[in-house]
């Protein structure tokens, strides 16, 4: 995992906002483990958040289906207060999240939730990846505790 992976992340630092109330998703942490690289960051945050970011200025708000998300200008961070195909509050994935010098990414497990029930075409192609990233891990932890036999 590595932090300089993710595209876009100084300037969500930049932006001044809780990382404690926002969820960086999908390709945001792929890129974090190294999976792929992502073109922007996506994220899920909670009403608090979401109003400041509605009066920001640095950002402009698009249509997503039903919702309403804001986005930078440059189209490099969106924010949303809602996600499709996820179940409880943005407060529940927050508690399982991986927390990298305070920025807050979705769990694999999460993401890989999420990808099954979105089911684009990027979703099977990124399970697959998802699926080979666990199954290396399991492998190294397996090999980390062989050493200390």
């Not at 792929?36 to 009066?55: A, G, L, P």
């Not at 994935?93 to 999420?114: E, T």
Request: net charge positive.
């Amino acid at each position: 995992m590595n932090l300089k992976n993710v595209k876009h992340i100084d300037q969500l630092r930049r932006l001044g906002y809780p990382l404690n109330r926002m969820l960086i998703v999908g390709s945001g942490t792929m890129a974090l483990l190294g999976i792929k690289e992502n073109d922007d960051i996506d994220i899920w945050t909670d009403e608090f958040v979401y109003k400041k970011v509605s009066q920001d200025k640095r950002f402009v708000s698009k249509k997503v289906g039903n919702d309403t998300v804001f986005e930078t200008k440059d189209g490099n961070i969106e924010i949303g207060k809602s996600l499709p195909c996820t179940k409880g509050s943005v407060k529940n994935y927050l508690k399982r999240a991986i927390i990298i010098y305070g920025v807050h990414f979705k769990s694999v497990d999460d993401v890989i939730a999420w990808k099954k029930c979105m089911g684009r075409p990027k979703d099977r192609q990124h399970l697959k990846l998802l699926y080979q990233y666990k199954k290396n891990k399991v492998n190294e932890n397996y090999l980390d505790i062989l050493k200390t036999i």
